[in-house]
């Protein structure tokens, strides 16, 4: 009988957590520093690589993800050095996507034919913005000039090529933002990650916010107008919302953030770096320390960088499953954990639907396109909370 995690595959997170600078909106395990040691952070990946892969044997590994931080910041032959022990150390699909993470600046722009010797399959640009002005209150430190050339090195790279972009910014309007779309849209070779600006705590946006210095956000109710055109303009254009910020041709979602959507197994490794690991039959959330030199000392120290690992009950394990699976336009298969077997659930499924904020087909649940903007309500409905 095949283990839950299955549904989703197994697929592999790699945290690089040094930046060039710190973005003001960006609540990541970030940080910026002087001078990176790449053989020493390539030593330690190695050795949690050989670790976790001693736990996971005979699985398929159906992804790989640099993320951060700057992946982009890494040296290529450090890179390689991953790719080639992840391949000596799983069985790989045969169309593993590789994953990462890019600043479109000259420098790292330049790094990409090395990634791509290396293994890299896809890069994910953070773009962020087309207009100078933007991107400069972003607090990022390329120009949209550079953007534009970075892109044009990545699509001549790599046969697969996603960049983000946030929405709802300061002084932007309707027109803006329809305008900036139509322009991401024209460039865009498969997928297109459109993010609503939030301001969070502890950020030097979520500072300022507090201090009523940041100015010109656009209300809830022009933000929900920009999340409305960004589905039809992009619908309209083949490429379909497959998440609430995810947008890609059938075919070309990320294989990655899937596995995580679909309640799947990943380990991540990395400081910050999270994980969901099924061994024996029990699922466990997997974390690490947030400090990198706390978490490479800790690897050289004792072996490992990992903190103690949480065991998650059933309870825990069907809660995580709907908030994951609920982003998805595909919902949640509801024979997964018996969930068509807890009446109270099905009663709230029966009141969400009434309401038009849900669909149920008696196996599968889905939000409507009613429900996505109010996905945080309809999750707190169906959990009873």
Known sequence: MAEDWEYGGFGLYIHWPFCQAKCPYCDFNSHVVAAIDQKAWETAYLTEIDRVGAQTQGRVLRSVFFGGGTPSMMDPATVD??????????????????TL????????????AGYRDAGVNRVSMGIQALNDADLKRLGRLHSASEALAAFDMARNAFDRVSFDLIYARQGQGLADWKAELGS?????????????LTIEEGTAFGD??????????????????????????CGA????GYEISNHAPTGAESIHNLIYWRYGDYAGIGPGAHGRLTIDGKRYATSTPLAPMAWLQQVVREGHGEAPRELLDIEAQRTECLLMGMRLTEGVDLTRFGFENDQNLINNINMLCNNEFVTYDQQRLRVTGRGRPVLNAVLRMLLGD
Request: charged fraction near 25%; charge should be negative; include cysteine.
């Open 81 to 98: 050095a991953i790719l080639t022990k992840i391949r000596a150390t799983w069985s790989c699909a045969n169309n593993i996507e590789i």
């Open 184 to 196: 991401a849209l024209s460039m865009a070779v498969d997928h297109l990650s459109l993010y609503q």
């Open 101 to 112: 993470e890019a600043n479109p600046t000259s420098v790292e722009a330049g790094r990409f």
């Open 208 to 233: 300022r916010y507090a201090a009523g210095k940041l100015r010109d956000l656009p209300d809830d109710d022009d933000a929900a107008d920009m999340y409305a055109v960004t589905q039809d303009i």
């Open 237 to 240: 254009a083949g490429y379909d």
